[in-house]
T-cell receptor
Framework: GAGVSQTPSNKVTEKGKYVELRCDPISGHTALYWYRQSLGQGPEFLIYFQGTGAADDSGLPNDRFFAVRPEGSVSTLKIQRTERGDSAVYLC?????????????FGPGTRLTVL | AQSVTQLGSHVSVSEGALVLLRCNYSSSVPPYLFWYVQYPNQGLQLLLKYTTGATLVKGINGFEAEFKKSETSFHLTKPSAHMSDAAEYFCAVSQGDSSYKLIFGSGTRLLVRP
């Protein structure tokens, strides 16, 4: 079956603009995660969804960042008033019901560049 | 707080040589430990994981890792490097009630020389 997909693969925007990044998880996976990977660094946790609800959003850096998963499948990461420091690769992952035991499957990421 | 340290941002080996990528972690409780590989323009792929039980874990593509609690290490090895192993490798840890939250090291880029 298809893996995790993310769109767009690349996004270039100007400082101050609003962006939306989309994640389509593996069909049937109830858990969904967003991570951010800055240049030369490992991924950093942003938020974890179990179904439609955000079970842990402690990694979101500030209130400009918001994520939704209204139907428990596709998720959108929204960034308001983008800043140059938001430039990074945003990774989405999904897994089965019990994330302790289930592998997180990662998408290829969306590379965001804020000019 | 948990953290992961990967010694060596770049490692270069000859084809056929031993691969050793180092990972040390800090954790106040028994951790879950992972190694992921990232090829260019592709998502992270799980190589292997340790949760409980046997401390020597075998993964895909001939890789294995050993959990050493006394050394707080989880080094990744492969007896004989192949050109296709060239990629970036990430060690990660999670624990306890937040076991869904992977804490990654900064990665090690493996170069395989012909």
């Amino acid at each position: 079956g298809a893996g995790v997909s993310q769109t767009p693969s690349n996004k270039v925007t100007e400082k101050g603009k609003y962006v939306e990044l989309r994640c389509d998880p593996i069909s049937g996976h109830t858990a969904l995660y967003w991570y951010r990977q800055s240049l030369g660094q490992g991924p950093e946790f942003l938020i974890y969804f179990q179904g439609t609800g955000a079970a842990d959003d402690s990694g979101l850096p500030n209130d400009r960042f918001f994520a939704v998963r209204p139907e428990g499948s596709v998720s959108t990461l929204k960034i308001q008033r983008t800043e140059r420091g938001d430039s990074a690769v945003y990774l989405c992952a999904s897994s089965g019901d019990h994330p302790s035991y289930n592998e997180q499957f990662f998408g290829p990421g969306t590379r965001l560049t804020v000019l | 707080a948990q953290s992961v340290t990967q010694l060596g941002s770049h490692v270069s080996v000859s084809e056929g040589a031993l691969v050793l990528l180092r990972c040390n972690y800090s954790s106040s409780v028994p951790p879950y430990l992972f190694w992921y590989v990232q090829y260019p323009n592709q998502g992270l792929q799980l190589l292997l994981k340790y949760t409980t039980g046997a401390t020597l874990v075998k993964g895909i593509n001939g890789f294995e890792a050993e959990f050493k609690k006394s050394e707080t290490s989880f080094h990744l090895t492969k007896p004989s490097a192949h050109m296709s192993d060239a990629a970036e490798y990430f060690c990660a840890v999670s624990q306890g009630d937040s076991s869904y939250k992977l804490i990654f090291g900064s990665g090690t880029r493996l170069l395989v020389r012909p």
